[in-house]
């Protein structure tokens, strides 16, 4: 009877730490892309030297944010003044750097100031790790480091250039190509409108295309997709400078079209309730669209525009019911309405929000460039403004966005890359 006691209670608590693995943010802004965790018990107060579990040096230069499995960390780095490619794997317990693998040699051209030369956050299977870089190269390694398969078909140039971090949909590795022109007229592309943007999808196994997803007429972005579900179908949500358009993932072809000028596109699509929520860049309107249209519907399918001066130029919006949170380029964070765009309240904070904020059991962590995060606890009156429960200041520059494991939050920083908490 003490045996079967015994092997029961090992039973029962062997299945509940099954339970509780660290959840996976296997992409950028996590599992679903919203920036949204399940999980509960995160820190809220840390310091450069008080509840970090460990600090671990990044060489190189790179604005990718972490992707998480289980015990593995995975970011992008560029070495030698931005000419290496490296991907970096880093023990998610103890802070090692497990391998930093050479995967290609770039050739430095035209970028902004507020992107890197590994800008685009890398995505797992829990097999696998795929990145891309600047220059259009693909790569796929396994938890080892040893490198599976590569795709350099493309010679990729944005005047901007490369920030769309890819996406995994069932056997798909789906990333937006949105380039500009290398000869005159150079404003094709960039400041002109084209036709020779599209979303690309890879078979994840062989690094093979499958089919390109043409957009029509649009200009460069860094946004990132997301994959939507519309009457039981799955879509890739996905934009573009001048759009916001669905993409069936089966074939690449385009469902449905919103126009709204402006570029370049950075920020990524928030969505909830049947609508998205984008804009293009500073000074043009924040649009709330309603994804089941056929064709091009800006005419029938956009619910309301707001201009306003807090339009993101790289944060993303973020979506938690009965909200939309925007991270405004003015250095204001507004909760607006969904159903109207009327704002409920707004904060201003000291820096600008090049990260995306993130959402955990009814807290947001807004992270500023400073590197300072503050962490706001909602009020369950959404028309009241959310109370500052802590202000975080670790001393580093951050463009990357925060990621989430366990009872752990993960920061990239200029220098290093923090594990917070216990």
Known sequence: MKQTFVFAFVLIFSLTAFAQEPEQWSRFRGPNGQGISSATGLPTQWSADENIAWKTPIPGEGWSSPAIWNDHIFLTTATDGGKECRVIAVDRKSGNILWNELVFTQKLSQRHDRNSRATPTPVTDGQKVYAVFPNGHFVALDFTGKVVWKNEELDFYSHHGFGSSPIIYGDLLITPVNPSSTVEPVRLGWQLAWDKSYLWALDK???????????????????????????????????????????????????????????????????????AFMCTSPGTPIVAVKTDGKGDVTETHVVWRR????????????????????????????????????????????????????????????????????????NADPKQAAEVLAVNEIGESVQATLAVAGKQLFLRTNKALWCIGK
């Open 307 to 378: 201009e306003d001066r807090g339009v993101p130029m790289t944060g993303s919006f973020l979506y938690v019911k009965p909200c939309l949170y925007v991270p405004g380029d003015n250095n204001t964070f507004a909760a607006l309405d969904p159903a109207t765009g009327t704002p409920f309240w707004t904060r201003r904070f000291s820096g600008k929000m090049d990260s995306s904020p993130i959402y955990s059991d009814g807290m947001i962590y807004v992270t500023t460039d400073d590197g300072t995060t503050t962490v706001l606890k909602l």
């Open 205 to 275: 196994n062989t690094g093979k295309e499958r089919w390109k997803g043409m957009r029509g007429s649009s200009r460069i972005s860094h946004s990132t997709p997301v994959v939507i579900n519309v009457d039981g179908k799955d879509q890739i949500l996905s934009m573009a400078g001048d759009v916001l358009q669905g993409f069936d993932p089966a074939n690449g072809n385009l469902i449905w079209t919103v126009r709204s000028p402006g570029e370049p596109a950075v920020p990524g699509p928030a969505v909830g309730d049947g609508m």
